[in-house]
């Protein structure tokens, strides 16, 4: 009898929106979406604790607002102490070059954009 080949790994959609992963040793689950909502609150909790935002709660920043401009009016000094804060919090290194815009547009971007780095 020939030997079996490995099976490549799948991925499975889930109806709940869990991943589920299948390769040759079963299946396990990866949790996408509580992992970047966990980040999502741990950076709310910077933005207050760090940016000493007064009378700002972590429960009263909208994950999908602006941080700069109409949104919470944070400027480049807050976008500094931010990166400097994400750094330290997530134990991740963030180049000059991955600071943009889009990154740092909301606090639901830049808890994927962690989540992608962690």
Do not use: W, Y
């Amino acid at each position: 009898m020939a030997p079996m080949a490995p099976m490549a790994a799948r991925t499975v959609s889930a109806p709940s929106g869990t991943r589920l992963r299948g390769d040759d040793t079963g299946m396990s689950i990866a949790h996408e979406q509580p992992e970047v909502s966990g980040i999502a609150g741990r950076v709310k909790r910077l933005i207050v604790d760090n940016l000493h935002l007064d009378g700002l709660t972590p429960e009263m920043i909208d994950e999908q607002a602006p941080l700069f401009g109409e949104g919470l009016g944070l400027d480049s000094v807050d976008a500094l102490e931010l990166v400097v804060a994400v750094e330290k919090e997530f134990g991740i290194k963030i180049k000059s070059n991955e600071i943009g815009r889009e990154v740092f547009s909301s606090v639901a971007s830049l808890a994927r954009f962690i989540a992608g780095r962690v």
